[in-house]
């Protein structure tokens, strides 16, 4: 088991950046697989980036790939999503989610635990 708290979210304009912050609590934060998504409202569920449990292995959504790179400290218990070159339609709540395996999936059902979110909005 892990909680999850997700900050760093805010307003930014059109082609500015934000840094997201996924932070854990537990002491077996490198046994999971951390995936952010993303949710605008009306929306379903959107992948956003994944990465392995020793930060080895990325993979994002081709929608944000070249601009949002993850990371993990994981001597931090703490996961990162830096987005650049923001785009109004970046704009969504943004989760971190813990998965126990060593598979990294873009599938939302199967990652077990949920951050609460933080709401990322890109003006125009």
């Known amino acids: 088991q892990v909680q999850l708290v997700e900050s760093g979210g805010g307003l930014v304009q059109a082609g500015g950046s934000l840094r997201l912050s996924c932070a854990a609590s537990g002491r077996t934060f490198s046994t999971y697989v951390i995936g952010w998504f993303r949710r605008a409202p009306g929306k379903e569920r959107e992948f956003v980036a994944t990465i392995s449990r020793g930060g080895g292995t990325t993979y994002l959504s081709n929608s944000v790939k070249g601009r949002f790179t993850i990371s993990r400290d994981n001597a931090k218990n703490t996961v990162y999503l830096q987005m650049n070159s923001l785009k109004p339609e970046d704009t969504a709540v943004y989760y971190c989610?813990?998965?126990?395996?060593?598979?990294?999936?873009?599938?939302?059902?199967?990652?077990?635990?949920w951050g609460q979110g933080t709401q990322v909005t890109v003006s125009s």
């Open positions: 989610a813990a998965r126990s395996s060593a598979d990294l999936t873009t599938t939302s059902t199967l990652y077990n635990y």
